[in-house]
């Protein structure tokens, strides 16, 4: 019998554990690699690396330690964790398919991407880089406060904030610098508007997008001046002509960052009617958007698609095409803020019908922190019908069954 291909899963995280079992159906060797010895995935993991996401040279160390030692890598890829410079890193020092470690860079660096889709045409908001309190005064002075501040290299929302709030500027610019760890800040301009989530593969530079999300700010103001999403709704219900320009633009930033063939998510943002790139990753979707809502949603396999390209394999275009659109809603539950006493009603939630998934990411004990970032999320659900209406109801029901108590909450 063959020897069976070795893939290398950076992150081990609970949002990468359907991504790993995929990997896992299509009968490869898994070696999955984080810093928590505890981490979810390590459990359906054939072999373990204890070592940090973020740190690109000790995972390829621990990497090349393990091929040389142990048994070739074939492929490597990350789910749920922002980390393709570490993905890059590896692939080069392997001699493995995989995007360039420039691409990654800025992929990874908010002002070096905005900068780089400015040079190529791909539409952004105006934005700039804010090095002290004194210059982002100067920036609201000449622009008013139609603005977003955020951490250059930082991920989840953490320390992203809207200036039209009367928020006062000194805190939200020492948030934001707190935020990121090279400790550098950029504003951009606010842009209204429906915004998306797409996920692509771009195949020898022609992009293909089965994932498209419309993804649900109804606590935009609630939350403000935090951007906090509440999971989202798909198919997108935006006009096809506009999906086709969010797709052509998606395209051309993948083009700009010099991804010819890899995986591409998209932070997209429609205002008046065109789309403008917020953020564009060169990973795969965390919150399970690859994992599970674009096979619920197209019957596309896009997890399994992206394995068999970064372990070499052909990926033809039919392979991206979605076989149906059925509708599927994904909504999370944000208990009060405080320490977790009990966490009830979960096996209620799953059996109402139309449920697919429900992750319960919090334990009893944890703390949840104010929504101020998807860290305030405690679980997730995942619902789908015949009808938007159908899995709106039923991701509905699934969430207010589910209880979560906090000791800061009325018990
Ligand atoms: N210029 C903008 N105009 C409108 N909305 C914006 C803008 N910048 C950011 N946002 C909103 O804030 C969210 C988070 O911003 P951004 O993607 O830059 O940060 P992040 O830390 O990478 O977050 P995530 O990991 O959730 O993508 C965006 O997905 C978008 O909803
Ligand atoms: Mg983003």
Redesign the pocket.
């Known amino acids: 019998m063959a020897e069976k291909k070795t893939l290398l899963i950076v992150c081990g995280g609970i949002e990468a554990v359907h991504g790993i079992a995929r990997a896992k159906e299509m009968d490869l060797h898994v070696v999955v690699s984080d810093r928590d010895p505890d981490a979810p995935g390590f459990a359906i993991a054939d072999d373990r690396l204890i070592v940090s996401t973020y740190d690109a040279e000790a995972t390829a160390r621990a990497a090349g330690d393990y091929a040389r030692t142990v048994r070739p890598i074939d492929g490597v890829v990350c789910i749920g964790a922002?980390v393709p410079v570490t993905v890059a890193t590896i692939a080069a020092r392997l001699g493995l398919p995989g995007i360039s470690l420039e691409a990654a860079r800025l992929a990874t660096d908010?002002l070096a991407m905005k900068q780089r889709f400015a040079e190529r045409g791909v539409p952004i908001?105006w934005f700039a880089s804010v090095e002290s309190l004194s210059c982002l005064e100067r920036h609201v002075a000449e622009r008013g406060r139609d603005l977003?501040i955020?951490?250059v290299d930082?991920?989840?929302?953490?320390?992203?904030q809207r200036l039209n709030t009367n928020i006062d500027l000194a805190l939200a610019f020492e948030r934001a610098k707190a935020e990121s760890p090279t400790a550098r800040v950029m504003i951009?301009?606010?842009?209204?508007g429906p915004?998306v989530s797409t996920e692509s593969l771009m195949l020898n530079g022609i992009c293909h997008t089965p994932g498209f999300s419309d993804?649900n700010?109804e606590m935009l103001e609630r939350c403000a001046p935090w951007?906090i999403?509440n999971g989202g709704d798909l198919p997108s219900r935006l006009p096809e002509d506009v999906q086709s320009l969010v797709c052509d633009t998606v395209q051309a930033a993948g083009r700009a960052l010099g991804i010819a063939n890899g995986n591409i998510k998209g932070?997209i943002?429609v205002h008046e009617g065109r789309p403008y790139v917020?953020?564009l990753?060169a990973r795969l979707s965390g919150g399970y958007f690859c994992t599970r809502e674009i096979p619920l949603n197209t019957g596309v396999d896009f997890v399994g698609c992206v394995i068999r390209m970064a372990l070499g394999e052909a990926v033809s275009p039919c392979d991206l095409e979605p076989r149906f659109q059925r509708a599927v809603v994904q909504r999370y539950v944000f208990p009060e803020p405080g320490r977790i006493l009990a966490i009830e009603g979960v096996d209620r939630a799953a059996s109402v019908p139309g449920v697919d998934e429900i992750v319960v990411s919090a334990r009893t004990g944890d703390v949840v922190p104010p929504a101020t970032s998807?860290h305030a999320r405690a679980a997730m659900v995942l619902a789908s019908g015949t009808t938007y209406d159908a899995a709106l109801a039923a991701a509905s029901a699934a969430v207010n069954a589910i209880r979560i108590t906090t000791a800061a909450s009325p018990s």
Request: zero cysteines.
């Open positions: 922002d908010k908001p977003v955020k951490p930082s991920r989840g929302g953490r320390g992203v951009e301009a606010y842009l209204s915004q993804r700010y951007f999403e932070d943002v917020i953020e990753a998807s």
